[in-house]
Nanobody
Framework: QVRVVESGGGSVQPDGSLKISCVAG????????MAWYRQAPGHQRELVAS???????VFAEFVKGRFTISKETAKNTMHMQMNALEPGDTGNYLC????????????WGQGTQVTVVG
């Protein structure tokens, strides 16, 4: 079992910025894909962004140009810088680690709350 822990959420006014982080326990492997999902009350969980072991990232259309991802592979850590936040970005942001090799795994953290209100 891999422990996944998020941090850095909070409350911010519209057009503000936040940086959230995710640390996964243990070693990193080339098959790892780390991702951010978010879930707001009454809404389905949705994929926000993902980054693979080699640093290639993919973003949902609704955050392109506003959010960026950085990764510290040696520390199995991922950061997401969120700029120009909108009320619609409010939700619980969950970190996910998917791994296929050397053994398959799908690991989730508890999430960190991001609230955009002003």
């Amino acid at each position: 079992q891999v422990r996944v822990v998020e941090s850095g959420g909070g409350s911010v006014q519209p057009d503000g910025s936040l940086k959230i982080s995710c640390v996964a326990g243990g070693n990193a492997f080339q098959s790892d894909v780390m991702a951010w999902y978010r879930q707001a009350p009454g809404h389905q969980r949705e994929l926000v962004a993902s980054v693979n072991h080699f640093g290639t990232s993919v973003f949902a259309e609704f955050v392109k140009g506003r959010f960026t991802i950085s990764k510290e592979t040696a520390k199995n850590t991922m950061h997401m810088q969120m700029n120009a936040l909108e009320p619609g970005d409010t939700g619980n942001y969950l970190c996910n680690l998917k791994r296929t090799f050397p053994s398959a795994g799908d690991y989730w953290g508890q999430g960190t709350q991001v609230t955009v209100v002003g």
